[in-house]
Nanobody, 128 residues
Framework: QVQLVESGGGLVQAGGSLRLSCAAS????????MGWFRQAPGKEREFVAR????????YYSDSVKGRFTMSRDNAKNTVYLQMNSLKPEDTAVYYC?????????????????????WGQGTQVTVSS
């Protein structure tokens, strides 16, 4: 089990940038595949991005591809989500998540129920 704490959310104008951080506890952080999800009011939680254990592989949803970049620093037990060219439709609570499952097919990691541990979320609001 790993405890996750997100930070970095806030209010930004359309076209602006934010960087989210997710700090993890525990000494086995590098053994987890990490993901970012988001949930807008009245909508289901949706996949945003995920990163492999050694940062060698990242994958993004079509809605954020080319604008968001996910990275991790295993020495600092932290994952990041750099969000550029933000749009009002990016407004949501953003969650980081961890799963110990590895070597699964790509779509496995797009599902929220594939992740075991979640942070409390951080609000991102993009004004038009």
């Amino acid at each position: 089990q790993v405890q996750l704490v997100e930070s970095g959310g806030g209010l930004v104008q359309a076209g602006g940038s934010l960087r989210l951080s997710c700090a993890a506890s525990g000494r086995t952080f590098s053994s987890y595949v990490m993901g970012w999800f988001r949930q807008a009011p009245g909508k289901e939680r949706e996949f945003v991005a995920r990163i492999s254990r050694n940062s060698g592989n990242t994958y993004y949803s079509d809605s954020v591809k080319g604008r968001f970049t996910m990275s991790r620093d295993n020495a600092k037990n932290t994952v990041y989500l750099q969000m550029n060219s933000l749009k009002p439709e990016d407004t949501a609570v953003y969650y980081c998540a961890a799963t110990s499952a590895s070597y699964r097919s790509g779509p496995y990691y797009f599902r929220a129920d594939s992740y075991d541990d979640w942070g409390q979320g951080t609000q991102v609001t993009v004004s038009s």
